[in-house]
Each structure stands twice: as C-alpha cells, then as structure tokens.
C-alpha cells in the first residue's frame, strides 16, 4: 500500500511539471524593453509605461524620428501617461485619467500631445480629433549621449515636477504643477486638530514652511513639537527654519545652536550639520 501511494504521489508531481512546462510557451525578448515609472506628486501619483529603443548608432531625430511628423515617444506601443489627480501640464489644466504621450519633434521646437485614445501601437492609428491638449516646449542639447530613450522626472517637490523625455543628445523638459494645495491645506487643518501625540508636526511645518503658507501657524506647531519631542533636533531645525524665514535672525541663531547641541548628544551628524547651516544663512 505504502509504495503506490508513493508511485501515485511521484506520477501526480510529473504530471504537473510536464503541464507546466506545456504551458510555457518559449519567448524572445523585445528589442525595445519596456519601463514602467511612477513619481509620488501631490496628494496623488503619475505612472507612464513606454517602450526604450537604441540609438544604435543611428541618427535619431532627423533621422530615423523624421522632424515635423508624430511620433509614438517611445517603441511599440504609444506610450501612456496616469494622473491619479487633477495636474497643471506647462500651465494646461489636465484631469485625472490615462492618456497616450506622442510628440512632433522640431530642431528648435517640440510639440507635447496628450491623446485621450489609450492602447495605440505606434502613431498609425492617431487622431488629432482625440487630442485633449497640444503645447509647445523647448528641447535641450544635452553633452553626455544618452543610448537609451529614457522618460525621468527630477526636481520634484509637493507641488511641482520636471518629466524629461531624453534621447541621444536631445532632453525635453516638460513642467507640471499640482493642482491640490486648498485640498492638502484642508488635510492638515484636520489633521492637527486630532489626539496631539499623533499630529504630523514635522510634515505640517515643512509644508508650510516651503509653500510660504501661514508661519505664524508653523511656529505655533513647532513649539507645541518641541514640547512634545523636546529633545528631538530636526523640531529645532525647522522652528529656527521658520525664525529665520520670519525676520528673526538671533532666535533662529540660538534655535539652530540648541539643534546642534542635541544632535550631537545622540550622534546625528546629519542634523549638526543642517542646523550649522540654519547659522551659516543667518549670519550672510
């Protein structure tokens, strides 16, 4: 009995192995691979999918991306771009949704479109008549070669970021502003009028310190963290951040010094440094 539950055990293993191995079908990769991208923005977030060719030693744009005609941004299928929330794109009010990301380089000018017709391969297929939105943008003569086509945002901040779309020596930088600060604004609010040991002080403070929104709030909230956290030096950081922001250099002096008194007691390098640098700005 033992051995053909054992036979019936090794038979059921090699059956599903054989399956599985049946029902993978062999592949070849693509020769453009495909990237998914997602930048936290705001209170929501932007995805964009899109295919990467090569140089390859070949001219790119004038070449084999001839100028004046749409291209899909990308390889294989258009590429798309999700906003989770309402964006500002070069100044154009977008709403939140999934679009197609084509482009009609120029030498001196490219033309950006957002394309409500998603799931297109290549630009055979595009319709203007779909267009949500076409801008203008300036594009870059970049030193380092880039092979890769390559989708990327830097300077981001809660309420901005820079999308460049980059290839061999040419960047294109595209600027996009979210639209939600009255909503973040209200968040906070509701958020600081909860249980007191669990108020995002340090998100609070620095939101309003960097969008020059009310200071005389944000300090109000620093001085209720440092009570709170009396030992903590990033709360000393930002109240003589606000000092400083606020006119009152010598507070922001004596703040900054506490700050790196306390760092330097729990070994924090990092907040010694910033608080000196809060010193250093207040003494220019």
Same mark, same amino acid.
């Given at each position: 009995m033992k051995k053909t539950v054992t036979y019936l055990? %090794?038979?059921?293993?090699?059956?599903?192995?054989?399956?599985?191995? &049946?029902?993978?079908?062999? $592949?070849?990769?693509?020769a453009s691979s495909t990237q998914t991208i997602i930048q936290d923005f705001g209170l929501g977030k932007i995805s964009i999918t899109y295919s990467r060719p090569n140089v390859k030693g070949r001219k790119i744009f004038g070449g084999i991306n001839p100028y004046g005609q749409v291209w899909r941004t990308g390889a294989n299928w258009a590429t798309t771009i999700t906003f989770s929330e309402n964006v500002l794109v070069e100044g154009n009010k977008v709403p939140a949704g999934t679009y197609s990301l084509f482009s009609i380089p120029e030498k001196n000018n490219w033309t950006i479109?957002?394309?409500? %017709?998603?799931?297109?391969w290549g630009a055979y297929s595009y319709?203007? &008549?779909?267009?949500?939105? $076409?801008?203008?943008?300036?594009?870059?003569?970049?030193?380092?070669?880039?092979?890769t086509f390559t989708i990327a945002f830097?300077?981001?901040?809660?309420?901005?970021?820079?999308?460049?779309?980059?290839?061999?020596?040419?960047?294109?930088?595209?600027?996009?502003?979210?639209d939600d600060d009255a909503q973040i604004t209200a968040?906070?609010?509701?958020?600081?009028?909860?249980?007191?040991?669990?108020?995002?002080?340090?998100?609070?403070?620095?939101?309003?310190?960097?969008n020059d929104k009310d200071l005389k709030k944000a300090m109000q909230w620093a001085l209720e963290a440092e009570k709170l956290e009396p030992k903590a030096p990033w709360f000393k950081l930002w109240k003589a951040r606000v000092q400083l922001k606020m006119g009152n250099k010598a507070a922001a002096i004596a703040t900054a010094q506490e700050g790196i008194k306390l760092a330097k007691e729990s070994d924090d390098d990092e907040y010694v440094r910033l608080n000196e640098a809060v010193i250093g700005q207040a003494k220019d």
């Open positions: 055990f %090794t038979m059921l293993i090699a059956c599903v192995t054989l399956n599985t191995y &049946a029902q993978q079908e062999p $592949r070849i990769p693509e479109i957002l394309n409500k %017709t998603v799931k297109q319709k203007q &008549a779909d267009d949500l939105l $076409r801008f203008s943008v300036k594009p870059i003569d970049v030193k380092e070669k880039r092979e830097a300077n981001s901040t809660t309420k901005s970021t820079d999308m460049y779309i980059i290839w061999d020596r040419t960047a294109v930088p595209i600027h996009m502003q979210t968040n906070i609010e509701k958020l600081m009028q909860g249980d007191i040991k669990k108020r995002p002080y340090f998100n609070a403070i620095q939101y309003y310190y960097e």
